[in-house]
C-alpha cells in the first residue's frame, strides 16, 4: 500500500487542522493506520492509531482529548481531526500503515511523505 498525507498548515493556538491520508493499491482495508509526528530535534511520536476496520482508536495521552482518528475504507482514507492545537503540537506528521498496532514506529511498513502543522502562539 502506498500512502499520501496532507492537510497540514500554519494555524493560530486553540485553531484546528484536520489530515488526511489516502491509500493506493488493495488492501487498504487490511491495515491498521496511525498517525506518528516528528518535531525538530525530536525523535518520531506515536500519536494516534486505528484498527483496520475502525473498531479501535488509541492515542497518546498529550493528545487524547483533543485529536480524534477516523477511517473510510470505502475511499481508503484515513484522517486525523486536530482541534485545541498548540505550539507543542508543532512537528511534520505521518501517516503509516502496519498490520500490527505498536507505538514503535519502525514496525510501521508503510509511510506517508509528511505533512508539517505550525501552531503558533
Known amino acids: 500500500v502506498q500512502l499520501a498525507d496532507s492537510g497540514g498548515g500554519l494555524v493560530q493556538a486553540g485553531g484546528s487542522l484536520r489530515l488526511s491520508c489516502v491509500g493506493s493499491g488493495v488492501y487498504f482495508n487490511t491495515y491498521n493506520i496511525a498517525w506518528f509526528r516528528q518535531a525538530p530535534g525530536k525523535e518520531r511520536e506515536f500519536v494516534a492509531a486505528?484498527?483496520?476496520?475502525?473498531?479501535?482508536?488509541r492515542y497518546a495521552d498529550s493528545v487524547k482529548t483533543r485529536f480524534t482518528i477516523s477511517r473510510d475504507n470505502s475511499k481508503n482514507t484515513a484522517s486525523l481531526q486536530m482541534n485545541n492545537l498548540k505550539p507543542e503540537d508543532t512537528a511534520v506528521y505521518s501517516c503509516?500503515?502496519?498490520?500490527?498496532?505498536?507505538?514503535?514506529?519502525?514496525?510501521?511498513?508503510?509511510w506517508g511523505q509528511g505533512t508539517q502543522v505550525t501552531v503558533s502562539s
Open positions: 503509516a500503515a502496519a498490520s500490527l498496532i505498536t507505538t514503535t514506529p519502525t514496525r510501521w511498513a508503510y
Open positions: 486505528i484498527t483496520h476496520f475502525g473498531g479501535d482508536a
